[in-house]
């Protein structure tokens, strides 16, 4: 498990990869993932997350299937559900999805530190993805996160695509909108 990247380069030349090559993650590189979203912040530290590991190719095939675009998952070396208590309960903090996004962020920068892709899958069959999941009552999966090393290793050096990302001026506003 040899980091190859400091910070920066990992948030700059991360893109998402959705071909993975037939290879297991190691256990350490797979816990490093884990930890990176355990060790995310939260709001008032709640840490209203629970991340499902799924290996097994036919449950990963499984998962495939709870979204339009989900079929990356079908080729992962690793899913990981993301779940939360409902964010669409009537007295859920908008804060849930925020801290949520903050851990899946941590999880996909540290793995591609290590040289390992990833890409969400937004589910869109809800009831589906709680059944294969086993999820108890009150408790939500909104994306499950592929992980695995790129089918093409040169997709982790990739120059980052033309026009990929709104330039800075578009975003950034001095003191007022
Ligand atoms: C909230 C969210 C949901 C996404 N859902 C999916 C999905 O269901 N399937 C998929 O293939 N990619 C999904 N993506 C990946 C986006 O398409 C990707 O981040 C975007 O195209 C930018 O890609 P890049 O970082 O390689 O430039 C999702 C990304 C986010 C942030």
């Given at each position: 498990?040899e980091?190859?990247?400091?910070?920066?380069?990992?948030?700059?030349s991360l893109?998402v990869?959705?071909?993975?090559?037939?290879q297991p993650l190691?256990?350490?590189?797979?816990?490093?993932?884990?930890?990176?979203?355990?060790r995310?912040?939260?709001?008032k530290?709640?840490?209203?997350?629970?991340?499902?590991?799924?290996?097994?190719?036919?449950?990963?095939?499984?998962?495939?299937t709870?979204?339009?675009?989900?079929?990356?998952?079908?080729?992962?070396?690793?899913?990981?559900?993301?779940?939360t208590?409902?964010?669409?309960?009537e007295?859920?903090?908008l804060?849930?999805?925020?801290?949520?996004?903050?851990?899946?962020?941590?999880?996909?920068?540290?793995?591609?530190?290590l040289g390992?892709?990833?890409?969400?899958?937004?589910?869109y069959?809800?009831?589906?993805?709680a059944d294969?999941?086993g999820?108890?009552?009150?408790m939500?999966?909104?994306?499950?996160?592929?992980?695995?090393y790129?089918?093409?290793?040169?997709?982790?050096?990739?120059p980052?695509?033309?026009?990929?990302?709104?330039?800075?001026a578009?975003?950034i506003?001095?003191?007022?909108?």
């Amino acid at each position: 498990m040899e980091p190859a990247l400091g910070t920066w380069e990992a948030i700059d030349s991360l893109r998402v990869v959705r071909t993975f090559a037939d290879q297991p993650l190691e256990p350490a590189a797979l816990e490093r993932i884990l930890n990176a979203g355990r060790r995310a912040g939260s709001s008032k530290n709640l840490q209203r997350w629970a991340f499902i590991v799924c290996r097994d190719r036919e449950h990963l095939l499984e998962l495939s299937t709870i979204g339009p675009w989900a079929g990356h998952l079908a080729g992962a070396a690793v899913a990981v559900a993301l779940v939360t208590p409902d964010p669409r309960a009537e007295d859920a903090p908008l804060s849930i999805e925020f801290d949520l996004g903050r851990a899946a962020q941590n999880m996909v920068l540290a793995a591609w530190e290590l040289g390992i892709g990833s890409v969400p899958a937004t589910v869109y069959e809800h009831e589906r993805a709680a059944d294969l999941l086993g999820l108890p009552d009150g408790m939500h999966c909104e994306y499950v996160l592929s992980f695995g090393y790129p089918g093409d290793a040169s997709s982790l050096s990739a120059p980052n695509r033309a026009g990929g990302r709104r330039p800075l001026a578009e975003l950034i506003h001095a003191e007022r909108w």
